[in-house]
Each structure stands twice: as C-alpha cells, then as structure tokens.
C-alpha cells in the first residue's frame, strides 16, 4: 500500500476523533429499560464512552488515539489527547461504565462487536506511557474478558454477517488483548473457538459480498481471524483451502472495492469502511505469503486499491466520520 501513516495523517485523524468522543448528540442508544428511571442521556448511561453517536464507536475512537499517541507522543494534539485520558480514563467514570453493563438486561449489551473493541482498547493502554489510564480502565476491561469466557462456550454457531455481529473480528480484537496482557487461557479459548467455527471452512465463495450495509467482509476477517489465532502452519494449510483461487484473482467478488452511493446514509457509509478493512485484512494476510508466492503481489494490489477507496472518505459526513478513521488506522498500523 503506497498511503502510510504520517505525522501529518495522524494529526489529522486525532483531530477527528477529538472532535467526536466528546460529542454526546446526535446519538443513537441501543438501550434497554427496565423502568422510567432507565430512560437517561447517553452521558449519564456511560459516563465515558457516551461520544461518537454510538458506545462501540466512542470505544474505538480511544482506542485510535491512545494509537497514534504512542506512534506520535510529540504530535500537536498530543497534549489533548492526553488531557481527555486523565478526565474520562478515571475510576468513578469507569465505574459509571462497570455499573451499566452489571445491569440485567445488559448481559448481551454491545455483543461481540463493542466488547471486541474494548479489549483491543485495553490493549493499546497496556505499558502506555500512563498507567494509570489502563489501570482505570482495568474494572470494565475484566467484565469484559468475563464475558468472552462465559458466552464463548455457549455460542454453538459463529455469526457471518458483514456488520457488527460478526463474531470473528470479535475474536480477532480480543486475540490482541490476550497476547498482549499474557492470558493464555483467554487465548486458548479464542483459538478453541475459532478452530469450531471456522475449522473446517473451505472453498469461500464469498457469492453474498457485499451486502448493502457491509463493513467488514465476512470472507476475509474470517481469514484474518485465523491468522492471528493458528499457528503459522496450520493457518497456511487452512488458507490455501478457504480462498484457493486468490491467484486468479477469485472470488471476484473481494476485489473490487464497494461503490457508495450516498454517504449521508450511515448504513450505505458503511461500505467506505468495508474497503477499510477488506485492505487491512488483504495486506495482513499477504504478509505470511513468501515474496515468490503468485498469491501475494495479487493480494497487495487488491489491499492498495481498497484503502485508497476508502481513505478519502473518513472525513465529510458525521454517519461516516465519528468512526472511518479508526478503520483506515487499522488499515495502516495493523498489517504486519
């Protein structure tokens, strides 16, 4: 991929995302009451993450700028990047975020896509140049890891769908966490559980890609799922049998970026994101691939055409803005 995460990109990315986390309205709650006293603003349900229209999205845009902070610590917005950790990565805050997922109607609350994020969150926190931000965060980071282990086993079937009850970049996120903080038995059990689910996958003929409210291609986080769970071997056996016509540039379908019509639709904008991602997963999944391996410079033209389809759309419209950039930073940052 020719675009590469420059100081410049990264200011203007941050800047982003400053504007946003913060900005409770419009908003859109997926909320359940259990009575009239639940009916709350979004801050006072999440005294945290109540920003960029949605929790998941608010999630994932602290995730992006405790990214470029640790990529870029002298960057122009270092200073409120840092200013906004130290106000809302607080332990009474969090604890407001604790409170509302011990909620019972909250057991399946942001499932998987937003618990994905917050452990990916905890991640990029952990051995950050303050503790303290991780350590706050740490409450809400074990119910989350809790909730993996208790839904985790019971989840017969994996979801394939292109949006955000996609179970293998839920797995794929929390893999990150698990390395990072030592939890082989986390680890185990997102390995455990792909190996189910996707095992014995193969010949993808990915036919229903893209759907028309698509971010992720249910194909390729599949496969990027896999690479970050198997061992390198068993991934590259398993791979040449799930997309075995990647040479012949098959299935068609995964190669040509999505075409959006209208941007000011938030569910149609979700297709600038899916060439986000798709070009995160093509380039993360070129790199276990030998340089000889027909495979590869295939995969790294369609990563390249997809990122530039999507990179020059994370600003403009607020359905697309309160969260593109974090998906064009994974794109970027995430591939090798």
Avoid at 40 to 67: I, N, Q
Avoid at 122 to 140: M, T
Avoid at 240 to 249: E, N, R, S, T, V
Avoid at 277 to 285: E, K, M, N
Wanted: glycine content about 8%; hydrophobic content about 40%; charged content about 20%.
């Amino acid at each position: 991929m020719t675009t590469r995460l420059t100081s410049e990109l990264a200011s203007r990315f941050a800047t982003i995302a400053l504007g946003h986390v913060t900005r409770e309205y419009p908003n859109h709650i997926l909320h359940g009451l259990e009575g009239p006293e639940d009916a709350k603003t979004p801050s006072e349900l999440h005294p945290v993450f109540y920003g960029s229209y949605d929790w998941h999205s608010c999630v994932h845009g602290y995730w992006m700028l405790a990214r470029l902070l640790r990529l870029y610590p002298e960057m122009p917005e270092a200073p409120a990047i840092r200013d906004l950790f130290a106000t809302m990565l607080v332990p009474e805050k969090v604890a407001g975020e604790c409170a509302y997922f011990d909620r019972p109607m909250a057991r399946g609350y942001e499932r998987p896509y937003g618990w994905g994020w917050l452990l990916k969150l905890a991640a990029e926190l952990h051995g950050h140049e303050d503790p303290a931000w991780a350590e706050a965060l740490s409450p809400l980071t074990e119910r989350i890891v809790q909730r993996f282990r208790d839904f985790l086993p019971l989840a017969t079937y994996p979801v394939r769908v292109g949006t955000h009850y996609n179970t293998a970049f839920a797995l794929r996120l929390a893999a990150d966490y698990a390395e990072t903080i030592g939890d082989d038995s986390l680890f185990d059990l997102l390995r455990a559980t792909a190996q189910r689910w996707y095992g014995s996958d193969t010949a993808c003929p990915a036919w229903g890609e893209p759907s028309g409210d698509d971010f992720l291609s249910p194909a390729l986080i599949e496969a990027e799922c896999m690479r970050r769970l198997l061992p390198a071997g068993e991934f590259a056996h398993w791979f040449d049998g799930f997309l075995p016509d990647i040479a012949a540039k098959q299935p068609r379908t995964l190669f040509a970026p999505a075409s959006v019509s209208d941007r000011s639709d938030g569910k149609i904008a979700h297709l600038d994101g899916l060439s986000l991602s798709r070009a995160w997963c093509w380039a993360s999944l070129a790199g276990t691939l030998p340089d000889t391996d027909p495979r590869r410079p295939v995969m790294i033209e369609a990563a390249h055409g997809h990122l530039e389809a999507g990179i020059a759309h994370v600003a403009g419209d607020y359905m697309g803005e309160h969260w593109l950039a974090s998906f064009a930073v994974l794109a970027l940052t995430e591939t090798e």
